[in-house]
């Protein structure tokens, strides 16, 4: 058993001027249409991008984006999905943005 922790620091500006640059091209291969439907601000975007670089991180592998799916429950929270997540008993992940910056965090305790 092991504690596996990622965590990313977004640029909003920097991120919307990627985000116009990309246009759908880079909507489509990031987010699936319930994460755009669930985050219409670049500041929400931004947080969800970084959320799904913290989980990379905390697993060590960089898949299709859109295998990591990010959704919110009935209070708000953030809540991470994915099939790459066979390995671990549990996880958490949270979100923030203030200002210039969205930051994410993905904490796991892995079967390892």
């Known amino acids: 058993m092991g504690i596996?922790?990622?965590i990313d620091l977004i640029?909003?500006?920097?991120?919307?001027?990627?985000l116009l640059l990309g246009k759908d091209n880079f909507k489509n291969k990031v987010y699936s249409?319930?994460?755009?439907?669930q985050n219409k601000s670049t500041e929400s975007l931004a947080g969800?991008?970084?959320?799904?670089?913290?989980?990379?991180?905390?697993?060590d592998k960089k898949t299709d984006?859109?295998?990591i799916e990010i959704s919110k429950k009935s209070s708000?929270?953030?809540?991470?999905?994915?099939k790459l997540f066979k390995?671990?008993?549990s996880w958490d992940i949270s979100i923030s943005?203030?200002?210039?910056y969205a930051i994410a965090i993905f904490t796991a305790i892995t079967n390892d």
């Open 87 to 89: 390995s671990l008993q």
């Open 4 to 6: 596996i922790i990622g």
């Open 33 to 37: 249409s319930s994460e755009l439907t």
């Open 11 to 18: 640029e909003i500006k920097e991120f919307e001027r990627n």
């Open 48 to 59: 969800v991008f970084a959320a799904k670089e913290a989980v990379f991180k905390a697993i």
């Open 76 to 82: 708000g929270k953030p809540y991470a999905e994915s």
């Open 65 to 67: 984006w859109r295998e």
């Open 97 to 100: 943005h203030n200002g210039n």
